[in-house]
């Protein structure tokens, strides 16, 4: 199973194509919506998302609300567009460089230099138009799609915001349906009231400063099975292909999977979780301070995975930069942005993850449709059973 995307964010519109998912999956078109709707909230957030109001078309693939197995388009348009009409124009356009609205001076932290000087662009305005976040409106409603495989099976997915700026939570251990019910009534998606309220105020700060703030989130998904993934080859470990998932996302520079980081500073009897048999639950885990892999493959303890979001890029204090026609030192151009968007990363994360556990999921079951997969999976839940 792949997709791919197209699109800028401030073209008409962006499109993902989903190939080789199953058929007979029942898609609620509500719940793909709803996911986008999460990903435009937070506080922090800039005017893009007051302007977009994202729903998702879902425009092949799907039938009677059913998955055909044929590949699935989705189309989310952007309502910006009328604003960017002439300057996002496919066609060759009369005009100076205002009109055209061409960037010269590279934001430091974008992808706007590299992006310049790798494909030969004397208007930086091709780099960051894909280069930006906004292609993860696409990401998350694959990702959307994919959870619903995973619901299928009884597979559940949350997030939480564990850090922005230097305030962190206070760790609870909640169930998970109780973390998604708190989490979806916080501005910042904690469950900590009061370092919710110091985020809030770090925010504003930064906003009234000119400057942004990041901060790390933590996706866990609870009812994954045990054996997702494989040790035999690099690339077919899932951890790995997990952490390679959350790296691509925009302004994400780190992962960890577990207790990740702490680590290195344990004894290993403080890093390794015990076995552990019962008639009921079969063999499990005394912990899970591995975040439910092992070898690269799943424990069938829960996910545990942490992403590191960096300030966001583009700050209205702007940074020294270059121009890149004279060679002189300028301060760099700005583009609407926001302050901070770490609630809304989480968001992104969280579907991310949940497309490669999906991913991985039918490498390991199989089927073109949904029974066959059910079928296999059943079959392979007996086998674990009588071990």
Known sequence: MRYLTAGETHGPQLTAIIEGFPSNVTIDFEKVNFQLGRRQKGHGRGRRMQIEKDTASIVGGVRHGK????PIALVVENNDWKHWTSVMNIEPIEGNDESKRRVNRPRPGHADLNGGLKYNQKDLRNILERSSARETTMRVATGAVARQLLEAFGIKV??????????????????????????????????????????IAAIDAAKEDGDTLGGIVECIIEGVPVGLGSHVQWDRKLDGRIAQAVLSIQAFKGCEIGIGFEAAKLRGSKVHDEIMHSEELGF???????????????????????????????????????????????????????TCAVPAAGVIMENIVAWE???????????????????????YLEQIKNY
């Open 67 to 70: 998955t055909t197995g044929a």
């Open 158 to 199: 949350a997030v939480q915001v564990i850090r922005i700026g230097d305030v962190e939570v206070k760790r609870q251990d909640l169930a998970i349906d109780e973390l998604i019910r708190i989490t979806e009534e916080s501005p910042v998606r904690v469950v900590d009231k009061e370092a919710e309220a110091l985020m």
């Open 284 to 338: 499990y885990r005394a912990s899970n301070r591995a975040g439910g892999f092992e070898g690269g493959m799943t424990t069938g303890e829960p996910i545990v995975v942490r992403g590191v979001m960096k300030p966001i890029s583009t700050l209205y204090k702007a940074l020294q930069s270059v121009d890149i026609d004279t060679k002189e030192p300028f301060t760099a151009q700005v583009e609407r942005s926001d």
């Open 357 to 379: 556990v999906a991913n991985a999921f039918l490498d390991k079951f199989g089927g073109d449709s949904l029974e066959e997969i059910r079928s296999n999976y059943n079959s």
